[in-house]
Nanobody
């Protein structure tokens, strides 16, 4: 069964850290670029970053300005997964976080924000930041 599964969400205080994981099954994530999106209540889904496939020599990761310097994405090929470390969380980071995989090896700065290019999506994991 081909699927992506996010995990690691939860409820934290401002300034805390959370680590999300996106684990693939049924296909080799090594060859796919992966993006993280988030959707806050009442808002549209937005792309926050993209990391190129492990087979790519360069091409990102690319981060949205809203999370640059606070979020770090990495790949764990042994686990067929991508991890997202979220530091210095803010109330405005509250959202459902989704990972998505694209057969394109490289992230494109002009395309990675387009939800329609991704072949596989996870079901999402809730991140809530409040004091």
């Amino acid at each position: 069964q081909v699927q992506l599964v996010e995990s690691g969400g939860g409820s934290v205080n401002p300034g805390d850290t959370l680590n999300l994981s996106c684990t693939a099954s049924g296909f080799d994530l090594y060859y796919y670029s992966v993006a993280w999106f988030r959707q806050a209540p009442g808002k549209e889904r937005e792309a926050i970053l993209c990391i190129s496939s492990s087979s790519a020599s360069d091409g990102g990761p690319y981060y949205a300005d809203s999370i640059k310097g606070r979020f770090t994405v990495s790949r764990d090929d042994a686990k067929n997964a991508v991890s997202l470390q979220m530091d210095s969380l803010k109330v405005e980071d509250t959202a459902v976080y989704y990972c998505a995989a694209d057969q394109a090896r490289y992230c494109s700065t002009t395309m990675y924000t387009k939800a329609g290019i991704y072949e596989f999506w996870g079901q999402g994991t809730q991140v809530s930041v409040s004091s």
